[in-house]
């Protein structure tokens, strides 16, 4: 069955950082695919700004090229891709200088019923002065909407200062905090597996459930982006990216689906999170840092070495491993383990629900052992979802018992292709639903709580552990799950 394309009213989409990476890699890719499917036309336009000294003409001819690029060949149409970058201009702007933005102005269209957007893929310093001037220009109507993407902040405080700029030229429903992970496909299923099937919100409490794993690694490394060095993987994927898959797993059904009914729910398991500080925190927090090592002829660099000579010796850890505990009625006892990393063993993300052994055995003179149920949520390769059950193996000769899989393969099961977070989140914005992306009040929760781990880890004499590049991560890790009788599951255990 075919996806049903509901076509969105015609819009301006300013993207200011539009000579950047994420517009060529990622934005232009995902707006294509949907001017495709017929979700939008040439009535709608995108108009790039940045600094560099390109014209109409060039923005298009990149539109073009980054659409070759990244997009699949079997959804190459010429004609199609023509049209898409007819779409297309560019004003060269300073942001900073007020006199730049009357180009902005005359490529803006007076029309009320077309949706003004302004995406913000710039560095976080350039918020204040782009909403400052959106505000003092008239740009801002009922209808506009304002993207913010990611870092915002760096700690709660910076990030309230981010926020109260663009909260003097926006409204809060009408700003919209980007997380590409809540667009994809299978987070979303979380919320239909949980709410739209009988079977499973019954068991999905600490009656039933023995912990949750969330783990979201990646093979490559960070290479040399300045970004990563002042971040780390707890600023750059705990924050933000896991925290939401905790609070989607672990939130309490909503009264609909309402975006602000859903951001209530995540809200007060942000606010329930156990507070992680100093005492104790080794035994439940681990950062880690890859080094190098040779995979065939080829020595893979440690972070060290990616890094410019004047910051060599930094304690930017790019491994991070949490014991987490939601303090209320349904996970109370329940353990979260969570990890992510650079330069790990393969790139995978998924949620991991292990269920509890069954609490007697009926079966003593079977061959083989009950295991213990577990649902897995694969978000990235191959996504899917599998569900681990014991059953009898066929044949004559008594009670063999096997764990096999009911595997759910997005890829097997649906002809259409999966579409990309960006394209869903894109056009969300156009039609005005915040369902996707996080309100105010979240972002601040979050930081909150990660705050106090990035302060303890800064005010340690212990830097981060070191761990070979192609691998799990530091031993430390290891230690953290199997201090509680328990392991990670690792992609060959499916």
């Given at each position: 069955?075919?996806?049903?394309?509901?076509?969105?009213?015609?819009?301006?989409?300013?993207?200011?950082?539009?000579?950047g990476?994420?517009?060529?890699?990622?934005?232009?890719?995902?707006?294509?695919?949907?001017?495709?499917?017929?979700?939008?036309?040439?009535?709608?336009?995108?108009?790039?700004?940045?600094?560099?000294?390109?014209?109409?003409?060039?923005?298009?001819?990149?539109?073009?090229?980054?659409?070759?690029?990244?997009?699949e060949?079997?959804?190459?149409?010429?004609?199609?891709?023509?049209r898409?970058?007819?779409?297309?201009?560019?004003?060269?702007?300073?942001?900073?200088?007020?006199?730049?933005?009357?180009?902005?102005?005359?490529?803006?269209r007076?029309?009320?019923?077309?949706?003004?957007?302004?995406?913000?893929?710039?560095?976080?310093?350039?918020?204040?002065?782009?909403?400052?001037?959106?505000?003092?220009?008239?740009?801002?109507?009922?209808?506009s909407?304002?993207?913010?993407?990611?870092?915002l902040?760096?700690?709660?405080?910076?990030?309230?200062?981010?926020?109260?700029?663009?909260?003097?030229?926006?409204?809060?429903?009408?700003i919209?905090?980007?997380?590409?992970?809540?667009?994809?496909?299978?987070?979303?299923?979380?919320?239909?597996?949980?709410?739209?099937?009988?079977?499973?919100?019954?068991?999905?409490?600490?009656?039933?459930?023995?912990?949750?794993?969330?783990?979201?690694?990646?093979?490559?490394?960070?290479?040399?982006?300045?970004?990563?060095?002042?971040?780390?993987?707890?600023?750059?994927?705990?924050q933000?990216?896991?925290?939401?898959?905790?609070?989607?797993?672990?939130?309490?059904?909503?009264?609909s689906?309402?975006?602000?009914?859903?951001?209530?729910?995540?809200?007060?398991?942000?606010?329930?999170?156990?507070?992680?500080?100093?005492?104790?925190?080794?035994?439940?927090?681990?950062?880690?840092?890859?080094?190098?090592?040779?995979?065939?002829?080829?020595?893979?660099?440690?972070?060290?070495?990616?890094?410019?000579?004047?910051?060599?010796?930094?304690?930017?850890?790019?491994?991070?491993?949490?014991?987490?505990?939601?303090?209320?009625?349904?996970?109370?006892?329940?353990?979260?383990?969570?990890?992510?990393?650079?330069?790990?063993a393969?790139?995978?993300?998924?949620?991991?629900?292990?269920?509890?052994?069954?609490?007697?055995?009926?079966?003593?003179?079977?061959?083989?052992?009950?295991?213990?149920?577990?649902?897995?949520?694969?978000?990235?390769?191959d996504?899917g979802?599998?569900?681990?059950?014991?059953?009898?193996?066929?044949?004559?000769?008594?009670?063999?018992?096997?764990?096999?899989?009911?595997?759910?393969s997005?890829?097997?099961?649906?002809?259409?292709?999966?579409?990309?977070?960006?394209?869903?989140?894109?056009?969300?914005?156009?039609?005005g639903?915040?369902?996707l992306?996080?309100?105010?009040?979240?972002l601040?929760?979050?930081?909150?709580?990660?705050?106090?781990?990035?302060?303890?880890?800064?005010q340690?004499?212990?830097?981060?552990?070191?761990?070979?590049?192609?691998?799990?991560?530091?031993?430390?890790?290891?230690?953290?799950?199997?201090?509680?009788?328990?392991?990670?599951h690792?992609?060959?255990?499916?």
């Open positions: 069955m075919s996806a049903k394309t509901i076509p969105v009213q015609p819009f301006d989409y300013v993207v200011f950082g539009a000579t990476d994420l517009t060529r890699r990622k934005l232009i890719p995902a707006l294509y695919y949907r001017f495709r499917a017929g979700q939008f036309d040439e009535r709608s336009h995108v108009i790039g700004v940045s600094r560099s000294p390109w014209n109409d003409e060039r923005m298009q001819q990149a539109a073009i090229d980054s659409v070759r690029e990244h997009v060949e079997k959804y190459l149409d010429e004609d199609v891709i023509a898409f970058a007819s779409c297309f201009s560019y004003v060269h702007n300073d942001v900073t200088n007020e006199e730049d933005w009357k180009d902005i102005s005359d490529k803006l007076d029309d009320e019923n077309i949706v003004r957007a302004f995406y913000l893929a710039v560095s976080p310093s350039l918020f204040a002065p782009i909403c400052k001037y959106l505000k003092k220009g008239n740009y801002c109507r009922p209808n909407r304002v993207v913010l993407e990611k870092p902040g760096s700690d709660l405080e910076s990030s309230k200062e981010i926020n109260d700029a663009v909260g003097e030229a926006f409204c809060e429903d009408q919209y905090r980007i997380d590409h992970y809540l667009g994809k496909e299978t987070v979303q299923n979380i919320l239909a597996l949980r709410f739209a099937n009988a079977m499973f919100e019954p068991v999905w409490n600490s009656a039933h459930v023995d912990h949750v794993q969330i783990t979201v690694a990646e093979s490559v490394g960070a290479g040399r982006r300045g970004y990563y060095d002042q971040s780390g993987a707890l600023r750059d994927m705990v933000n990216h896991i925290l939401q898959l905790v609070c989607l797993v672990a939130m309490e059904p909503p009264s689906d309402a975006a602000n009914a859903l951001r209530d729910e995540k809200l007060k398991v942000l606010r329930a999170l156990k507070p992680i500080s100093g005492d104790g925190l080794e035994k439940i927090s681990v950062r880690g840092q890859y080094s190098s090592t040779r995979s065939g002829d080829v020595e893979v660099p440690s972070y060290q070495d990616e890094l410019p000579r004047e910051k060599r010796g930094s304690r930017t850890e790019t491994f991070v491993a949490l014991k987490m505990a939601i303090e209320n009625w349904r996970w109370s006892g329940v353990p979260f383990y969570i990890r992510t990393g650079k330069r790990l393969a790139r995978i993300s998924e949620i991991i629900i292990q269920f509890r052994e069954i609490p007697h055995s009926i079966f003593d003179h079977a061959e083989g052992v009950p295991t213990a149920n577990k649902l897995v949520i694969r978000l990235q390769p996504e979802v599998k569900l681990f059950l014991m059953i009898k193996d066929p044949g004559p000769g008594g009670m063999r018992l096997r764990e096999v899989n009911l595997n759910l997005f890829a097997d099961t649906f002809d259409d292709r999966t579409p990309d977070a960006y394209e869903r989140l894109l056009l969300d914005v156009i039609r639903n915040q369902t992306f996080m309100r105010r009040d979240e601040e929760a979050a930081w909150a709580w990660i705050d106090p781990i990035r302060l303890a880890w800064d340690s004499s212990e830097g981060p552990q070191p761990y070979k590049a192609g691998t799990w991560g530091p031993t430390g890790s290891i230690a953290l799950i199997e201090r509680d009788g328990r392991t990670w690792e992609e060959n255990d499916y």
